[in-house]
């Protein structure tokens, strides 16, 4: 990846409410997670061991993470939730579209902004 761009993004994840980035480009994944202290690591993807379940895009669209500006998100990292729970809406052409959990897990990572755009298939949210 190139390191003027992961600048960029490391500057934009700072202003944003986004806890943890991940960007998987080619063979390298980057992982990006706000604390105390910054931490970036780029191994290739191959190496690394992801588990749970990701859900993704079922379309193009933007991704809204709450019910409305301002309000709570539908769900947080570290939320328990049921089958059929909203996890965030998709918007495309002015049709709201929720997104929801198939199965009970716990949200181990949002893997987008509120308010980005996403393909369809990319993965938003992973549960475990």
Known sequence: MDVERLQKII???QRSPLQELEIVEGDFRTRLVR???AEVTS?????QPVSGTEVTAPSYGIVHLSPAP???PFVAIGSRVE???TLCVIEAMKVFSPI???KAGTVS?????AG???SAGQPIIRLD
């Open 11 to 13: 500057d934009w994840m």
């Open 35 to 37: 604390g105390r202290q």
């Open 43 to 47: 191994i290739p993807a191959a190496t």
């Open 70 to 72: 301002g309000a709570e």
């Open 83 to 85: 089958a059929g729970q």
């Open 100 to 102: 929801e959990a198939d």
């Open 109 to 113: 990572a949002i893997l987008v902004a």
């Open 116 to 118: 980005s755009e996403v």
